[in-house]
């Protein structure tokens, strides 16, 4: 059923049928374990890196980490994956936390990365996956110990399933007063462990990222790549598009055979657990397969004005940027689940009260019982011994009969 021969196409066909995901998925987890155990996390484990670890299980690996320069720690919670049979580069990195929002800008200039790729939400059910690190209109991020400012040029929301936004910035290296447009491709339908409504949605956005080039590496530096944890979702992207690049170059060269788990065995040498649950697994399958037998893939060379003609621009106005309406409605949702959290305690309270109230009224109760319970006794007792003691005179003092 795993046999290498099989295609990935026979693959996916055949996992299905068989319902195999789980397993397959299992024996791929089986080997990277064999493969890699071993690899160290010194380095990102060291008490003065904990505030820069979202998750404290999500780490670098010594060897693939990114090392930062000029600054009092080289340590970032990012990973390099290399695919040099793709030509790719690209880094792995965590949603920042507030103290590595700095770092991470850092990282982008001194890797000479162009794009981010961002597949997760600010906040998701409820819970905080990354922080804002980009500014808003009108108010520029300034990190004066690194010496760098950033700069919102321009967003541009998808008109057609209203499900990515493309950003561009501008980072200024304000030591020498140089600078770069860096542009951010943020989705904003794939939630946390799962994956997107459909592989066309997906493959919308994923198109947009590889027609504005800046995920090539012969080029750039490395696209910097992130979810939340930067394993599942960033795992799947990268796995997509590397194996495509290998796909195209096998139908050439047919000594390339190109296998999926392999590709993704190989990229979890860089970076731990790289695609999180069979589901996702199965999905980069979907895509793949559908990308084949789209136009899209036929046509995925760069294009100077990809991100023009693929989204009309919207410019920034004195009305609220998309993000700020993410934040305000994911503030308006928080405000909404607070107020449900505190009907709930209010409610738990009362319950709470009516409850220690009941325990009281029925301590009360059996008080009572009680005294009137030794009230009973007493009197019993002295209505007893008054008894006797009547029983004993009437003995001592009762009249002689002489006649019997």
Sequence with gaps: MHDKELNFEEQYSTFNRENAWSEFFQLINESSYKRYSSNKMTVARKMKNSNLNRYTD?????????????????????SLVKVEKANRNYILTQGPVPKS????????????????????????????KCYLYWPTKNKNLKFERSGFEVELISEKE??????????EFKLTNL??????????????????????????????????????GFLDSNKYGPAIIHCSAAIGRSGVFILVD??????????????????VSELLLEMRNYRLGLVQTHQQLRFAYEAIIKAMNHELFKDDEPSNNVIDEQIPEQKITEQQSIVEKEV???????????????????????????????????????????ERTKLIKYVGITILMTSIFVGSLYYKFRPLNFFN
């Design 242 to 259: 590397s194996f495509l690049i290998l796909l195209k170059k096998s139908f050439k060269d047919s000594s390339i055979k190109p296998d």
């Design 101 to 128: 929002v700095q770092h991470f800008w850092v990282m982008i200039w001194q890797q000479n990365s162009r794009c981010i790729v961002m597949l997760n939400k600010l906040v998701e059910n409820g819970i905080d």
């Design 175 to 212: 030591k020498d007063n140089t600078s770069r447009n860096i542009f951010q491709f943020h989705t904003l339908c794939w939630p946390d462990f799962g994956v997107p409504k459909s592989p066309e949605s997906f493959l919308n956005f994923f198109h947009t990222c590889r027609k504005s």
């Design 58 to 78: 999500v780490l670098p690996y010594d060897d693939s980490r990114v090392k930062l320069n000029d600054l009092d720690n080289d340590y970032i919670n990012a």
């Design 328 to 370: 305000i409605e994911q503030e308006d949702k928080t405000s909404e689940q607070n107020e449900l959290r505190q009907r709930i305690r209010e409610e738990k309270k009362q319950t709470t009260l009516n409850h220690i109230k009941r325990i009281k009224d029925k301590q009360k109760e059996i008080e009572t019982w009680s």
């Design 158 to 167: 998808d008109e057609t399933n209203f499900d990515f936004v493309v950003r």
